[in-house]
């Protein structure tokens, strides 16, 4: 790859979807984006890197950035997120919310919605009447696992990963052989739109929506350089309710320019209450 190639994909990348891309990963954007020039019979990143700059709100340009995307995902990630759900924050949420109270939750970066069905299955567990109390949202940046998302069908080989059985046979219902398809009473709590984590206008994006007293936002951050990690946490902070809860991925800290907040415990991992705005 020419550096001057390599130079306008880490520009644009970091542009469009906050990933910061270092040289040592040239071979990630080889991998990831060869395919995607022959699917529109372009000879090489050469010819894609040209049509991008040609057409940057274009389909292709958009599709470079949902190949650059990490969606790695499985149900009940980690599990502690969930355990912290149930036994600390939706207690303490619930404590004097009036009958007609609502509980908003964010996913962010959601890939293909297993957090967020996640998320939901630990509310009904563990709130009364959930289907009335809560709702939470599912963000991505790619419409193609949000399509995934929203269709909410899983292969045999994604619902064994992190899924208990119980949790199966409760909540899913056989579709088609093997797959398995989300049951309506979840479906009911749960939205899905895009969402860009770095976009300027992300607060008044979703403020239909919020505000919210959780978010989600798990292994997405690491991709971000420290600059654009605390803009992006201070965007998240600006769609909360002060009080609110942030729960990360492991190791992910959570510092911003203008927000704070004050680190508790769960277990040994870290979850954020939001201090001020």
Not at 213 to 229: A, G, K, L
Request: proline content about 4%.
């Amino acid at each position: 790859m020419k550096p001057a190639d390599f130079a306008f994909l880490r520009d644009f990348l970091r542009k469009e979807s906050g990933q910061f891309i270092e040289e040592n990963k040239i071979y990630l954007l080889k991998s990831r984006l060869e395919p995607l020039a022959r699917r529109h019979s372009l000879e090489g990143l050469e010819a894609l890197v040209a049509q991008v700059k040609a057409r940057p709100r274009d389909t292709l340009a958009r599709q470079v950035v949902e190949a650059m995307t990490t969606n790695e995902t499985l149900f009940f990630r980690d599990k502690y997120p969930f355990d912290a759900l149930s036994t600390v924050i939706f207690p303490e949420l619930m404590q004097g919310m009036s009958p007609n109270g609502k509980i908003r939750i964010w996913s962010a970066a959601c890939s293909r919605g297993q957090e967020t069905y996640s998320i939901a299955m630990t509310a009904i567990q563990s709130v009364p009447s959930a289907e009335r109390h809560i709702r939470i949202l599912g963000t991505d940046i790619a419409d193609a696992v949000l399509a995934y998302a929203e269709e909410g069908i899983y292969t045999q080989m994604e619902v064994q990963r992190g899924m208990p059985v119980k949790q199966l046979v409760r909540y899913f219902e056989q579709h088609e052989g093997t797959n398995w398809r989300i049951r309506e009473e979840l479906r009911t709590m749960i939205s899905f739109r895009m969402a860009n984590l770095i976009a300027a206008d992300l607060a008044v994006g979703l403020r239909m929506h919020g505000p919210f007293d959780i978010v989600f936002c798990r292994n997405v951050m690491i991709y971000f350089d420290v600059e654009d990690r605390k803009k992006v946490i201070d965007k998240i902070a600006q769609t909360m309710n002060v009080g609110g809860y942030l729960i990360t991925g492991t190791g992910e800290l959570v510092k911003g320019e203008h927000s704070q907040w004050d680190t508790q415990r769960f277990e040994g991992r870290p979850i954020w209450k939001l201090k001020s705005k």
